[in-house]
C-alpha cells in the first residue's frame, strides 16, 4: 500500500556528520523542505545568540521546522525526559518559554515531551502527578502558537514507564481530562516494534488520532530496509485511517546521511 505522506528529516539523528546549525542546509540539498529536532541546545534555558542561530539555519536553509522536542536532559544519553522528575522538573517547565518563543519565529507546532525515568526511591504515582502538571503547562505555552504537546513511548530504557501506544494513550486521556486537549501520541514504529506492540492494529485502531509518526526500520533502528517492518504498508494505512501529517525519518544510518536516502529514490 503506497502513501502521498510527507517526510521530515530528524536532523539530531541525520546529517550528524555536521554541526547542528548545518544540518537544515544538509537536508535541504539532499532534498528536503522539512526538518524535526530534538533539543538541540545543552541546556533548557540557551542564550539568545544560540537560539537566534539556530532559527538563522533554518530560515537560511528555506526548509521548515515541523518538529521539536522539550529539553529532555542529555540526549542520547542517561536521561530520557525530565518532565516527570520531582528535582528536574522545574527545568522542563522553565524550557517551555524558550519553546515558544522558537515556535513563534518559525512556525513549528509539534513538541515532543519525553517523561523520564522511573527513579528508585520515588513513588511513581508522585511522578504522574508531576508529569500531568508539567504536560498541562507545557500544552497551555504552546497552545499559544498552535501547538500540540506528543507523549511518545519508547524503547531501550527499562526504567521509562511509557513502552506502549496504550501506555501513552493513557496520559494522552488523563491530559485531556484534566483540560489539555491539545496533547497527543507521538507513534514511533519503531519504538513500537521494539516494545513488542502490534504496530499495524495500533495503526488501525489509532492512527487518526496521532499527533506524530516517526519512523525507523526494526530491527536495528535503520534507515527503511534494513530491517523487516513494513513501512510504506503501514504508512499507507494509516493515511487511509485519516492521518495526513508528516513523518519523521527519526533513523540511524547504517551509511553515511546522504547514502542513506537511497530507499527514497526507489
Known sequence: MSHTLRYTANCSLLFTELPVNERPAAAAAAGFDAVEFWWPFARPVPGDAEVDAFVTAITDAGVRLTGLNFY??????????????????????????????????????AFNALYGLRQDGIDPAEQDRIALESIGIAAAGVAAVGGTVLIEPISGADAYPLSTAADALR????????????????????????????????????????????????????????????????????????????????????????????????
Open 72 to 109: 529532555a536532559g542529555e540526549m542520547p544519553g542517561p536521561d530520557r525526559g525530565v518532565l516527570s522528575l520531582p528535582d528536574r522538573a522545574q527545568e522542563f517547565r522553565d524550557n517551555v518559554d524558550v519553546v515558544v518563543d522558537i515556535a513563534r519565529r518559525t512556525g513549528v507546532a
Open 171 to 266: 496520559v494522552v486521556a488523563a491530559a485531556h481530562a484534566a483540560g489539555a486537549p491539545n496533547v497527543a501520541l507521538l507513534a514511533d514504529f519503531f519504538h513500537l516494534a521494539a516494545n513488542g506492540d502490534d504496530v499495524a492494529a495500533v495503526v488501525d485502531a489509532h492512527a487518526a488520532e496521532f499527533g506524530h509518526i516517526q519512523i525507523a526500520d526494526f530491527p536495528g533502528r535503520g534507515e527503511p530496509g534494513t530491517g523487516t517492518l513494513p513501512l510504506d504498508e503501514l504508512l499507507g494505512a494509516a493515511q487511509a485511517k485519516g492521518y495526513d501529517g508528516y513523518v519523521g525519518l527519526e533513523y540511524k544510518p547504517t551509511v553515511s546521511s546522504a547514502e542513506s536516502l537511497g530507499w527514497l529514490k526507489r
